[in-house]
């Protein structure tokens, strides 16, 4: 990963728990940064649109049951997929080093936190992930489980349950290194829009200055 970096996009990953504010935050910086004449894309895991996303899709919406371990991999090829999907370099990557910053609405850090919620072994859960391209930031949407769950309930989703995600919020804490900004999602949606998008600029102007690819928990 560590040829051509120069003028490259940014891959900025947004976390958090369900009713975060994640995929209206990653619509809003999509179109400040489109605005603003950046090059940008919006992706999205779990994929539901490829085959294996779809058989995601079943077991998030309970019209499948599969066992922990194998929905953990599935996750996790449906990531895959999408790195490989050029022969020899990711469309991640390639999409990267031509100058288009992704913004990416969950990535390895779900996987980990949710799976290891249900008590997988945490080492076990992020050897699928490793190798994929690591982000160069991570932002989390911090918001407690109670005060998200009063935000207009939760879906009718397997994961969407409290206790649950109480859970998943201390495992993403086990996961927090230092590409992570924390920011508080309680705050106005205008303070959270501005804040993430000073971040996500500062980010932008490094990989634009030559910061190198990594790879993840490598
Ligand atoms: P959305 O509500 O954002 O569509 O997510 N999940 C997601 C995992 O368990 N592992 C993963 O790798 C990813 C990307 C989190 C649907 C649910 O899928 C969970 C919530």
């Avoid at 728990?17 to 950046?38: A, I």
Wanted: glycine share 6%.
């Amino acid at each position: 990963l560590s040829a051509n970096n120069e003028s490259r996009g940014a891959l900025v990953v947004f976390e958090g728990l369900d009713r975060s504010g994640k995929t209206s935050k990653c619509g809003r910086l999509f179109s400040n940064l489109e605005g603003l004449g950046h090059s940008v894309e919006l992706w999205r895991f779990p994929d539901r649109t490829t085959s294996v996303g779809q058989m995601i899709s079943a077991y998030l919406t309970n019209k499948s049951q599969l066992d922990d371990h194998t929905i953990h991999l599935l996750f996790s090829a449906n990531r895959w997929r999408r790195y490989q999907l050029f022969v020899c370099r990711s469309m991640m990557e390639t999409k990267l080093k031509a100058g288009t910053t992704l913004i990416v609405d969950r990535y390895s850090y779900s996987r980990v936190a949710f799976s290891t919620a249900k008590a997988l072994d945490f080492e076990w859960c992020k050897a699928p992930e490793i190798g994929l391209i690591a982000p160069d930031l991570v932002v989390y949407l911090d918001i407690t489980p109670e005060k998200a769950a009063e935000r207009g309930g939760y879906g009718g989703e397997r994961y969407d349950q409290l206790e649950f995600q109480r859970k998943v919020a201390q495992h993403y804490k086990l996961l927090k290194d230092s590409s992570w900004k924390i920011v508080d999602a309680c705050q106005s949606l205008d303070d959270v829009e501005k804040q993430v998008k000073e971040i996500v600029l500062q980010h932008i102007i490094a990989c634009q200055k030559g910061k190198i690819l990594s790879s993840l928990w490598s």
